[in-house]
């Protein structure tokens, strides 16, 4: 599967931003997506993940009730909305897919992804 982030850009703290990310190729629901960023100097981590039919979604600490996943399996899409945005939330932002192989809890480690798309800017100014 082949996958499109987008959505990505500057904004002041407090703002907000929506990535997309558009998938094609393969049967987008038989997987479950990730997003994920990375800051400057620092590893990739995790950012939440959704399960291929929307049931299940799953946040990091440090975006949980800021950042909301959600998926359009009528148009092969997944969202991240971000919404009170901090300076530490400035990275490089990716989507991922999973081909369900393996448990939920998974699903928080970037091993488990066997796709990625480019990744997308986000810039947050204080």
């Known amino acids: 599967v082949q996958l499109q982030a987008c959505g990505g850009g500057s904004v002041q703290a407090g703002g907000s931003l929506r990535l997309s990310c558009a998938a094609s190729?393969?049967?987008?629901?038989?997987?479950?997506m990730g997003w994920f960023r990375q800051a400057p100097g620092k590893e990739r981590e995790f950012v939440g993940s959704?399960?291929?039919?929307?049931?299940?979604?799953y946040y990091a600490d440090s975006v949980k009730g800021r950042f909301t996943i959600s998926r359009d399996n009528a148009k092969n899409t997944v969202y991240l909305q971000m919404n009170s945005l901090k300076p530490e939330d400035t990275a490089v932002y990716y989507c991922?897919?999973?081909?369900?192989?393996?448990?939920?809890?998974?699903?928080?480690?970037?091993?488990?992804?066997?796709?990625w798309g480019q990744g997308t800017q986000v810039t947050v100014s204080s």
């Open positions: 190729g393969r049967t987008f629901i038989n997987y479950h």
């Open positions: 959704i399960t291929w039919n929307g049931g299940s979604t």
């Open positions: 991922a897919a999973d081909l369900r192989s393996g448990s939920l809890s998974s699903l928080k480690s970037d091993l488990t992804y066997e796709y």
